[in-house]
């Protein structure tokens, strides 16, 4: 903790948060020096967004001081923030999408003619004037839905600094962005600092700490670790600092042995909601005994690829064959009844049914398996026993969380109850979407471990995600998707994260 | 440990009671600043649900058909859909029972199994309208349902005065065949034997013999059980119930939603029918008459599920309590002249507490005592210090 | 020829404004990102009051006013229910509807000697031309001010969601609360002024009724309008000029009934045909998207 002192742009000494019972932040401090880049690391669920929460108003912490250049502040909620200084942008977008950017940017801050009339002209110039200054590219007449996730994150930041914030914070902003839109981002960062703001970046990613920032204040568990200088300190030392434990930041596995074909998309072609083509000419083999990763950057298609394959939308030509089984254009149940097991991207929206009991989520498929329920009603002995079973063999926790609600256990037993159950189906096809997302080190080890056991058991097994790390280090082989289309397949250990970057852009790599 | 008060305050049953008693005391409060005597006045709302053998009985009938149309509420609610429609369905359910029943000439057991069919099979096409529209156009359930109410209502006119089933010189149908009736020995209490056997056992003759006393009463104990049976062990309800909890994870796993939907209506405008059958045929008239509003048994169930909370076996309790005050504020009317309104207003107030009783956990729940934040053990906070000298 | 089609631009006018009243409230607090199922309460306490005060005092204005306020009224209920308790807002919509008649006939039989009638009113509220103006077959066409009244809703709603911060902030609340809540609109606030609007609307549109097109309250004044109200706006895509229009339409189904009374076809299927078609051009023309993203969702600070 240090003294109190106009040198810092913001000082949080003593931060205490909690939420009926569980204490997301105890006692933690953090001081960011005037004109730097100041980043906040800790693992998922470690209390970083809560903090930040605390610092724009969202929440009220429980005790603990906030001081904006020497002076002692309260900020009761975000337009006290706003009136401070501070502009936040969010992990997940506050955008409303049926705006335009203008509109979003000067929402709660509008120039009006006579008090009341929008003057949207003027709001434009305003806005044009910012982009030109920070070379943050934009219409401002674009709808925000109609543009891509970089451009939102800029109108994000435009949001802050047409408030007249002098203090940035962002939320994972690198999570949904490609290598160039990273390097891009930085550079906007240098240029604000150069201006003489400040800014405060949280994220879990090591690499862009060590590109971006000048400090780092690790957080774990709700507790403050540690603060240092990022210079001088080895991604190894950060990420222990983090998890409390060396970690392997490697995943170990034999070399791939693939079989025959599970998983043929040949053609594939299906519409997104505005009714164009967002996956165009998808083609991808997937064999047995393999990990095929597909990597690419949110909104290149991965979405309506896997409704399509689900079967939860039409595919408008083209075909998905499973063992040569056509199953394009059918139910959600026949690709399963031919072999595929999803393990969804968002859990509590497609994964579970959270109002369920442990029991009742982990049979939601298999209770029409006619050899698991012959007759018109629910096996509950079956059903305990089975569950049971998934409890004991994924270290499902708490052990007695069988008739308990689903949505009452952590993100990482949630999964692993969905995996367990995507498993037991048998599956001669393992889908994975965005398996680890939001989980924390321990439970991110035992997906990836669960996935290649499946492959060396002669699963085909197919992974989608937006986090490149994984991609490229689960996968045996890695297939670019861009624009709805697979731009590239590489073989593991072919390209580094820097190439696959300039693929997932758009780009190719010479002699590819 | 959290103190017995507070327990009692998580349970939905108890706030439901908390509810019925506050609904009782505003309305008390409106009729005394209207001018009646508050505690008379509920006395003898009471007194005439409850006062004799007789009231009780009227209850019970009374109250039989809407606790057909909440049950058929709270299934579709308990599968994610609102059915508003219960109103319509069951005047469709009541026109098909009157057309089968006063159309065919059976013997009695054939004749009311045709007249019940009828009315189910009827209400369950046209709740299944609702789930076919919702599932294949996106047609939100509450709009179409209202629509379809209103629809029922004219058909209901309508039928009522074409030639075949208008009754000449009154405003009503022919009424069903007697063979059709489904009274509990309607025959045998008018019968001498019958009414020496009354004459000497007084409580027989106020239940039995001043009221349509019909197994509707019984089939609904019946078909709530049945429902709860169905929602909470087969694996038709174990659908049902993810779709209504989930709708997105259902699709997700393979449960074919739509289909579900279309299902759910069904029997919940099934159970409707059964309430319209046994209306038909247990009580009088026994026939349709040419309504100027609807007679609301089906929003009445939709208050009934409601205070029920979605319980099939709740609606009995609520569907009694609902039965209990329309039939007590009959009497409200003719000895005080008071306004029988006071009803819709207590139910109202009711439904809306409940509604609102969800805030009471709430607020527990953000005034708990809350329990010490965990320490970062000891040898965290040697790493902790270790860590600094990187 | 000429004269029919007069004659039912009049009709549809007619019966159209205490619709479009209510689509109009319906837009307000759906926009908003509040569902109010409770319009056909709201309309039936304003027609009740319209009707009441217009009779007592012989002001049919100063009754529609109150009309208006008395659905205020169970707007605001409606909206601490649903804003500051984030109840189930479909149950205390139905609940409002249970209560607003309940109410409304209770007072009535208090007031008119255990009748559920009012009075007729002496002055309806007056048409826009007095009485020679027009003649002939375009006399059909001097509609109530109230009609009137109900464009000018549209219009000044129009513009205030499209053309000023409040509209914006309305907007913003019922597509994104939690957006417009870090950039420092006020959720709640914008929620309990739309919903309240939306019952003072609802009340204006029952007091049109009963002030207007008939001239006494009694228990069928409002019969499924505030419903038909609803479905106007989900038709008109939850705009003010959408729901305008799809309550012109509603309103011209009804002309149309009245119109083709005395024909062959039975009054009762004739009066079935506005709910048909309601049906009908839902199935047509209703795609699934347009509702505002967090309508019916309660907020709760600090949420994404």
């Given amino acids: 903790m240090a003294e109190v002192s106009n040198e810092y742009a913001v000082q949080m000494h003593g931060i205490t948060k909690s939420f009926g019972s569980f204490y997301a932040l105890t006692d933690v401090n953090l001081d960011v020096k005037k004109g730097t880049i100041h980043s906040i690391l800790g693992e998922n669920g470690a209390g970083k967004s809560t903090l930040m929460n605390v610092l724009y108003g969202l929440y009220q912490a429980d005790s603990g001081r906030i001081y904006l250049n020497g002076k002692e502040v309260s900020i009761k909620n975000p337009t006290a923030a706003i009136e401070n200084g501070i502009g936040m942008v969010h992990q997940h977008f506050m955008l409303v999408d049926t705006f335009t950017v203008t509109q979003n940017i000067v929402l709660g801050a509008e120039s009006t003619k006579g008090g009341i009339a929008l003057d949207m002209k003027k709001a434009k110039a305003n806005v044009l004037e910012l982009v030109a200054k920070y070379g943050l590219d934009v219409n401002p007449d674009a709808l925000v839905r109609d543009i891509t996730v970089g451009m939102q994150q800029r109108v994000e930041i435009l949001k802050a600094l047409y408030r007249g914030c002098e203090t940035l914070i962002l939320d994972e902003p690198t999570a949904v962005l490609t290598a160039q839109e990273i390097d891009d981002l930085i550079k906007i960062m240098k240029a604000l600092i150069k201006d003489g703001k400040t800014i405060i970046i949280i994220t879990h990613k090591l690499k862009e700490i060590q590109a971006s920032s000048d400090e780092c204040t690790i957080i774990r568990r709700g507790h403050y670790i540690d603060t240092v200088p990022v210079k001088g300190v080895s991604e190894d030392e950060l990420a222990e600092k983090m998890v409390g434990h060396a970690v392997k930041l490697v995943v170990e596995k034999t070399p791939a042995k693939p079989k025959e074909t599970v998983l043929d998309i040949q053609g594939l072609y299906v519409k997104n909601d505005q009714g164009l083509d967002a996956v165009k000419d998808f083609n991808l083999q997937v064999h047995s005994g393999e990990i095929v990763g597909i990597a690419g950057i949110d909104g290149n298609g991965q979405k309506e690829l896997m409704q399509a394959v689900n079967n939860l939308v039409p595919s408008t030509k083209g075909t998905i064959k499973i063992n040569g089984h056509e199953i394009q254009n059918h139910t959600p149940r026949y690709g399963q009844d031919h072999g595929m097991s999803i393990i969804p991207e968002d859990r509590h929206k497609d994964g579970l049914v959270l109002s369920f009991s442990c029991y009742e989520n982990a049979i939601l498929e298999k209770y029409r398996d006619p050899k698991f329920n012959p007759g018109f009603t629910i096996d509950r002995k079956k059903m305990v026993e089975f569950t049971e079973k998934l409890i004991k063999q994924y270290d499902i926790r708490p052990e007695t969380c069988g008739p308990v609600y689903a949505g009452a256990l952590s993100g990482g037993n949630q999964q692993k109850i969905i995996i367990g159950r995507e498993i037991a189906n048998d599956p001669k096809l393992l889908i994975a979407i965005q398996p680890t997302r939001g989980l924390d080190v321990g439970a991110i080890e035992t997906v990836h471990r669960t996935l290649i056991e499946e492959r060396d058991k002669g699963v085909a097994v197919l992974l989608i995600s937006y986090e490149l790390d994984e991609v490229m280090q689960v996968s045996d082989r890695i297939a670019v998707m861009y624009d709805g289309h697979v731009q590239a397949i590489f073989k593991q250990g072919e390209v580094d994260n820097r190439q696959i970057g300039l693929v997932m852009a758009g780009g190719s790599i010479d002699g590819k | ?390 | 020829m000429f004269n029919t089609i007069l004659l039912a631009l009049g009709i549809t006018l007619m019966y159209s404004t205490p619709l479009a009243l209510a689509a109009q409230g319906s837009v307000m607090s759906e926009a908003s990102g509040v569902v109010n199922v409770g319009i056909e309460g709201m309309m039936t306490v304003g027609a009740f009051f319209g009707a009441l005060i217009g009779e007592r005092t012989g002001n049919p204005w100063f009754g529609f006013l109150c009309g208006g306020l008395a659905g205020a009224v169970f707007g605001l209920i409606h909206a601490f229910a649903s804003v500051t308790c984030r109840a189930d807002q479909t149950v205390t919509g139905i609940a409002m509807n249970l209560v607003g008649p309940g109410v409304s006939l209770f007072l009535c039989r208090l007031f008119y000697n255990g009748g559920v009638q009012s009075e007729p009113v002496k002055n309806k509220i007056p048409n826009i031309f007095s009485k020679n103006v027009l003649k002939g077959a375009a006399s059909n066409l001097n509609v109530s001010w109230t009609t009137l009244i109900a464009l000018l809703a549209a219009i000044v709603i129009w513009y205030i969601f499209y053309h000023t911060t409040w509209g914006l902030h309305i907007r913003a609340v019922g597509e994104h609360p939690a957006a417009a809540d870090t950039l420092g609109v006020n959720v709640y606030k914008v929620r309990y002024i739309c919903v309240i609007m939306s019952g003072f609307l609802a009340g204006l549109g029952g007091a049109s009724m009963t002030l207007s097109v008939v001239s006494q309250f009694s228990p069928t004044a409002i019969s499924g309008q505030g419903f038909i109200a609803i479905a106007a706006v989900i038709f008109g895509k939850w705009t003010p000029q959408g729901g305008y229009l799809a309550a012109l339409l509603f309103g011209f189904f009804t002309a149309l009934v009245v119109l083709l009374g005395g024909t062959a076809i039975p009054i009762e299927i004739l009066s079935m045909l506005p709910y048909i078609f309601t049906i009908v051009i839902l199935v047509l023309f209703v795609g699934k998207a347009a509702a505002p993203k967090a309508n019916g969702k309660p907020y709760i600070k600090g949420t994404r």
Wanted: hydrophobic share 50%.
């Fill in chain 2, 1 to 390: 440990m959290e103190s017995k008060v507070r327990k009692a305050l998580r349970n939905p049953f108890a706030l439901t009671i908390i509810a019925i008693i506050l609904g009782f005391i505003i309305a008390m409060f409106i009729l005394a600043v209207a001018g009646f005597p508050p505690f008379k006045s509920v006395g003898i709302l009471i007194k005439g649900m409850l006062g004799t053998p007789k009231d009780f009985t009227a209850v019970i009938i009374k109250s039989t058909p809407i606790i057909f149309t909440g049950l058929g509420v709270a299934f579709a609610m308990k599968t994610g859909l609102f059915n508003i429609g219960g109103e319509g369905q069951y005047m469709v359910g009541c026109i098909a029972a009157v057309a089968i029943g006063s159309w065919l000439d059976f013997p009695a057991p054939l004749q009311i199994i045709f007249t019940v069919l009828a009315a189910v099979l009827a209400s369950a096409l046209y709740a299944g309208l609702v789930g076919l529209l919702k599932a294949k156009k996106g047609i939100h359930e509450v709009i179409s349902s209202i629509m379809l109410n209103w629809i029922a209502l004219y058909l209901n006119n309508w039928f009522t005065n074409t030639n075949f089933y208008h009754k000449p010189n009154t405003m009503g149908s022919y009424p069903v065949r007697e063979s059709a009736y489904t009274m509990i020995l309607p025959q045998w209490k008018r019968s001498e034997a019958g009414l020496a056997v009354l004459r000497n056992n007084k409580f027989l003759l106020q239940v039995l013999g001043r009221n349509d006393v019909n197994v509707g009463f019984i089939v609904a104990i019946a078909a709530s059980v049945l429902v709860t049976w169905i929602l909470t062990r087969t694996r038709k309800g174990f659908e049902l119930r993810a779709v209504g909890s989930n709708i997105h994870a259902a699709r997700y796993t393979g449960i074919d939603v739509e289909k579900n939907m279309i299902q759910s209506m069904m029997i919940s405008g099934a159970l409707c029918g059964l309430g319209a059958a046994f209306y038909i045929t247990g009580q009088q008239p026994h026939l349709l008459n040419t309504l100027s509003s609807s007679e609301n048994i089906g929003f009445n169930g939709l208050s009934v599920a409601f205070i029920a909370q979605n319980s099939p076996i709740g609606c009995i309790f609520a569907g009694l309590l609902f039965g209990g005050l329309l039939y007590g504020g009959a009497t409200l009317q003719s000895q005080l002249g008071a306004p029988t309104e006071i009803i819709n207003i207590i139910i109202g107030v009711i439904v809306f507490l409940v509604a609102l009783s969800i805030l009471i956990p709430r607020f527990l729940d953000t005034h708990t005592k809350k329990e010490k934040p965990q320490e970062v053990t000891a040898k965290e906070k040697e790493k902790k210090k270790g860590a600094g000298n990187v």
